[in-house]
T-cell receptor, first 113, second 113 residues
Framework: DVKVTQSSRYLVKRTGEKVFLECVQD?????MFWYRQDPGLGLRLIYFSYDVKMKEKGDIPEGYSVSREKKERFSLILESASTNQTSMYLC????????????FGPGTRLLVL | GDSVTQMEGPVTLSEEAFLTINCTYT??????LFWYVQYPGEGLQLLLK?????DKGSNKGFEATYRKETTSFHLEKGSVQVSDSAVYFC????????????FGKGTMLLVSP
């Protein structure tokens, strides 16, 4: 079974803090994705990566950056957290570029005060 | 751009009732279509998918048929159970370029005994 883990289930940060959300997968998948989930808006893609050190912007990249130094780890960085970044953050992976099935982690619920 | 529209919830049903959750899409070409399910406190997991017109995806008693003529992919189940209570997301991915997912806003299903 594919296992996608996220570093925290719940996180509370203050406005202006730098926040790191970590995602680790154990199945040697090439692709990794970060989404945010908000009530009434569904899931929206922030960034994705198809290879180590490679990144592509999704639909809502503003205020975020990512890092993929190793194949199994994909980090989402909030350079200066703001209250409108309070959300549920979901990491996902898929095996290869044109393989569509994505596997999701349990999510990190972030509250920015 | 691509988009997915699904019926708003919550959908409230009694156990053993028939379920339909409507999903329509806008996309160029022939996207692949998916239903994902999110149980309380968990990440998303793939429920079923269809990759070409007239394909029927099925899993755990749920099914959906890819209708190109009506750009629809409605989710159905003949007899729901309390354990089916969850949020259901319709999604698509284009059949060219990156296999990113575009999600609908989600439909919450509540099944009572």
């Amino acid at each position: 079974d594919v296992k996608v883990t996220q570093s925290s289930r719940y996180l509370v940060k203050r406005t202006g803090e730098k926040v790191f959300l970590e995602c680790v997968q154990d199945m040697d998948h090439e692709n990794m994705f970060w989404y945010r989930q908000d009530p009434g808006l569904g899931l929206r893609l922030i960034y994705f990566s198809y290879d180590v050190k490679m990144k592509e912007k999704g639909d809502i990249p503003e205020g975020y950056s990512v890092s993929r130094e190793k194949k199994e780890r994909f980090s989402l960085i909030l350079e200066s957290a703001s209250t409108n970044q309070t959300s549920m953050y979901l990491c996902a992976t898929s095996r290869a570029k044109r393989v569509e099935t994505q596997y999701f982690g349990p999510g990190t619920r972030l509250l920015v005060l | 751009g691509d988009s997915v529209t699904q019926m708003e919830g919550p959908v409230t049903l009694s156990e053993e009732a028939f379920l339909t959750i409507n999903c329509t899409y806008t996309a160029t070409g022939y996207p692949s279509l998916f239903w994902y399910v999110q149980y309380p406190g968990e990440g998303l997991q793939l429920l079923l998918k269809a990759t070409k017109a007239d394909d029927k995806g099925s899993n755990k008693g749920f099914e959906a048929t890819y209708r190109k003529e009506t750009t629809s992919f409605h989710l159905e189940k003949g007899s729901v159970q309390v354990s089916d209570s969850a949020v259901y997301f319709c999604a698509l991915t284009p059949n060219s370029g990156y296999s990113t997912l575009t999600f609908g806003k989600g439909t919450m299903l509540l099944v009572s005994p």
